[in-house]
């Protein structure tokens, strides 16, 4: 079965970088035509994805995001990582990582049980 | 950019009652196109419709999804104690805000 974990730190400070990891178990991260991706929640609000990257590394961001956010795969360590620069306050939300079932469309199952994150000094 | 709207807000039922949820796209999108996530207090959201129709695995079969163009339907044909929760649909990279199912 699946398995999907994040980690990274818990607390950043504004205009740091927050690095997080999706470690995948139970199931290779090497799969052609496999994606995977990042959403995240902030209190109160909708979910918003993030981006989504390809086995092949072929990566894909929302426009709000664009500019600040980095994805990468580790095929070796079974992992995918996300980058985020320049953080701020509006930054602080629960991270969650996720398969996308079928290719390019988003639709996400399973998801890692999500790492909460606040941005603040 | 494409916005979902979900309604009601909140749906407040009894178990063993029919829950309709729906969710509106601002302009038309693929018939095949929404998913249909469930969460809970604390949880991650769980898939439970793609495609629009197509049940996720382990759904089981009280809960359907249907709709074309701007408006879609997740319907629970009978509630369940754990099928109280939040739910959110979503097209490609967009979420609509959620429609909460509670215990009346």
């Known amino acids: 079965q699946l398995q999907l974990q994040e980690s990274g730190p818990g607390l950043v400070k504004p205009s740091d970088t927050l690095s997080l990891t999706c470690s995948v178990s139970g199931g290779s991260i090497d799969i052609n035509g496999d994606f995977w991706g990042w959403v995240r929640q902030s209190p109160g609000k909708r979910l918003e994805w993030i981006g989504s990257i390809s086995y092949s590394g072929r990566t894909y961001y929302t426009s709000s995001l664009k500019s600040r956010v980095t994805l990468s795969l580790d095929k070796s360590k079974s992992q995918f990582s996300l980058r985020l620069t320049s953080v701020t306050a509006a930054d602080t939300a629960v991270y969650f990582c996720?398969?996308?079932?079928?290719?390019?469309?988003?639709?996400?199952?399973?998801w890692g049980q999500g790492m909460s994150v606040t941005v603040s000094s | 950019e494409i916005v979902l709207t979900q309604s009601p807000d909140t749906l407040s039922l009894s178990p063993g009652e029919r829950a309709t949820l729906s969710c509106r796209a601002s302009?038309?999108?693929?018939?095949?196109?929404l998913a249909w996530y469930q969460q809970k207090p604390g949880q991650a959201p769980r898939l439970l419709i793609y495609?629009?129709?197509s049940r996720a695995t382990g759904i089981p079969d009280r809960f359907s999804g249907s709709g074309s163009g701007t408006d879609f339907t997740l319907t629970i044909s009978r509630l369940e104690p754990e099928d109280f929760a939040l739910y959110y649909c979503?097209?490609?990279?967009?979420f609509g805000q959620g429609t909460k199912v509670e215990i009346k």
């Open positions: 495609g629009t129709s």
């Open positions: 979503q097209y490609y990279g967009t």
């Open positions: 302009q038309g999108v693929g018939s095949s196109s």
């Open positions: 996720a398969k996308i079932i079928v290719a390019a469309s988003n639709w996400f199952d399973p």
